[in-house]
């Protein structure tokens, strides 16, 4: 049998060696956190000392629609905006807007965009309110188009790696919809994919050399204001292309698909619960609470904030519903409908089944002006 003091002896010697063990390890821990976060914060002050220096991150460079189009503004006399996606860059004709609402003193820019939607439009919005030329604003018509996330395959590209500063990133996994039912997994997703986002825009003056050249920014005579038209002849690549092969091989049952969800809107609208029928739990309020904080900023520098709703699919009805019933028709209006709009819905004047060409767009822009006045007349009465 060991000696009990033999043991206790061992037993102390075990104790006091663990104990040794712990406070040599733990300046060892931290010494190496230390030199982590003191290696990513050299790393850190590099990378905001020279990518600003290549040019990389700048608008012209990463994302040379929108840096033409802040150029573009820059030149003209304009104290009227509308943001919002490609069914607002073919869809409204600033010259012809300013005519219909030229009661209201009111001269439009289109800052229509490819492929701009929530949560990208929300941060552009407030780097255009952030401009020097905003300061002479008086309205500023956001159109709310359904979420677009981003995939992996096309989270490298400039255009989304110079959005996604730390607090750009952190923003938008902040306002991913955390409490929507049976989505855990794809939310996840998509905060690794803001997260490798986020650091290739941390490391983007390691980047190979051929994306640090300057992208030459086409001058523009001002003439259309941002508004493109979309002819039948034009060659297009991408999405518009195959969208635009569709519709001429199918465009009666598409333009029929159309005007079933138009007239669905309007029988929702004599509904006690418009949104029956409709799953959107947990994914209106991320959207409401960024149109909230872009109506105050515009609130705090005196510009008149409208939401415009165009598209029905996806979330919008319900997001369109709640914003309606939170901000009333002096914010919010929409072109969703079918009665009174019928003339929107001619096959001929589409160039597929979202988009519209030159003399469906004049027919919108007509619409959509005269929306506006009556909100602005009836905002006008209220005053008084």
């Known amino acids: 049998?060991?000696?009990?003091?033999?043991?206790?002896?061992?037993?102390?010697?075990?104790?006091?060696?663990?104990?040794?063990?712990?406070?040599?390890?733990?300046?060892?821990?931290?010494?190496?956190?230390?030199?982590?976060?003191?290696?990513?914060?050299?790393?850190?002050?590099?990378?905001?000392?020279?990518?600003?220096?290549?040019?990389?991150?700048?608008?012209?460079?990463?994302?040379?629609?929108?840096?033409?189009?802040?150029a573009d503004v820059r030149r003209q006399n304009t104290n009227a905006w509308i943001v919002g996606s490609s069914t607002i860059m073919h869809h409204i004709i600033p010259h012809e807007l300013d005519s219909i609402t030229a009661n209201h003193g009111l001269k439009w820019y289109n800052f229509g965009l490819q492929r701009c939607a929530p949560p990208e439009s929300f941060y552009l919005t407030h780097v255009l309110l952030d401009e020097k030329d905003a300061d002479d604003l008086d309205v500023l018509v956001f159109e709310v188009q359904p979420e677009e996330i981003l995939s992996w395959d096309e989270i490298s590209s400039l255009r989304n790696t110079a959005q996604l500063s730390f607090f750009e990133t952190q923003r938008r996994i902040r306002r991913i919809p955390w409490k929507a039912p049976n989505q855990l997994g794809a939310n996840w997703e998509q905060s690794r994919i803001l997260i490798w986002g986020w650091l290739q825009h941390l490391i983007a003056f390691l980047r190979p050399a051929q994306y640090l050249s300057r992208s030459e920014v086409t001058a523009d005579n001002g003439e259309t204001k941002g508004f493109v038209e979309l002819k039948a002849s034009d060659s297009k690549t991408g999405?518009?292309?195959?969208?635009?092969?569709?519709?001429?091989?199918?465009?009666?049952?598409?333009?029929?698909?159309?005007?079933?969800?138009?007239?669905?809107?309007?029988?929702?609208?004599?509904?006690?619960?418009?949104?029956?029928?409709?799953?959107?739990?947990?994914?209106?309020?991320?959207?409401?609470?960024?149109?909230?904080?872009?109506?105050?900023?515009?609130?705090?520098?005196?510009?008149?904030?409208?939401?415009?709703?165009?598209?029905?699919?996806?979330?919008?009805?319900?997001?369109?519903?709640?914003?309606?019933?939170?901000?009333?028709?002096?914010?919010?209006?929409?072109?969703?409908?079918?009665?009174?709009?019928?003339?929107?819905?001619?096959?001929?004047?589409?160039?597929?089944?979202?988009?519209?060409?030159?003399?469906?767009?004049k027919k919108f822009t007509s619409s959509f002006g005269e929306k506006l006045n009556l909100l602005f007349n009836e905002t006008e009465t209220n005053k008084e």
């Open 239 to 361: 999405r518009l292309a195959k969208t635009h092969l569709q519709w001429t091989r199918s465009s009666d049952s598409l333009i029929q698909h159309q005007i079933f969800i138009a007239q669905d809107f309007d029988y929702r609208m004599t509904l006690a619960d418009p949104m029956i029928n409709w799953d959107c739990e947990g994914r209106v309020n991320p959207i409401l609470d960024q149109m909230e904080i872009l109506l105050n900023k515009c609130e705090s520098k005196g510009i008149h904030c409208l939401f415009h709703f165009q598209n029905l699919w996806d979330t919008n009805g319900c997001i369109y519903f709640a914003a309606l019933e939170k901000w009333g028709a002096s914010h919010v209006f929409e072109s969703m409908g079918y009665a009174g709009n019928e003339d929107l819905f001619e096959a001929t004047d589409r160039y597929d089944e979202s988009h519209l060409m030159r003399s469906g767009a």
């Open 1 to 70: 049998m060991m000696d009990k003091k033999k043991w206790q002896s061992s037993d102390f010697r075990e104790v006091e060696r663990s104990e040794l063990y712990a406070k040599n390890s733990t300046p060892k821990r931290q010494r190496w956190l230390q030199k982590l976060l003191g290696s990513l914060l050299v790393f850190w002050l590099i990378s905001k000392a020279i990518t600003p220096w290549t040019g990389l991150h700048e608008w012209e460079q990463a994302f040379p629609e929108f840096g033409k189009k802040i």
